[in-house]
């Protein structure tokens, strides 16, 4: 978990799905991946609340996506995280990133064991521009 080459891997991603995206944007998982997204991703929104976000469709699961994502990227509490490790595992999704501040060291453990490389507690948006300076 965490490690420089999985953080790195993670960043190339190009369709990033993003569970737990508001359409509010004063709250972290809107600004992020508006930030993101101007970095040239494609953004997937998970959230069954809403319809559209960052002129993107929103999605009810990972399962009604459109398309297979690269990267999950997790604005949800930690007691979500099991339930999506899950959905990952049944969907062969193996890159998990969880947001700064969000962590579940069983979800993350279960995930590695079933092959899914994890980024836990770090911010991909500060993490990107640390790269791209």
Known sequence: MNSREDIAGMLAAKTIAVVGLSDDPVKPSHYVSAYMQSAGKQILPVNPSIATVLG??????????????????????????????????????????????IVHAEAAAKAEAAGIRVVMDRCIMVEHRMRVR
């Open 56 to 101: 993107e469709t929103s999605y009810p699961s990972l399962r009604d996506l459109p398309e297979k994502p690269e990267l999950v990227n997790v604005f949800r509490l930690p007691r979500a995280i099991p339930a999506i490790v899950d959905e990952m595992i049944e969907l062969g999704l193996t890159n998990l990133w969880v947001q700064q501040g």
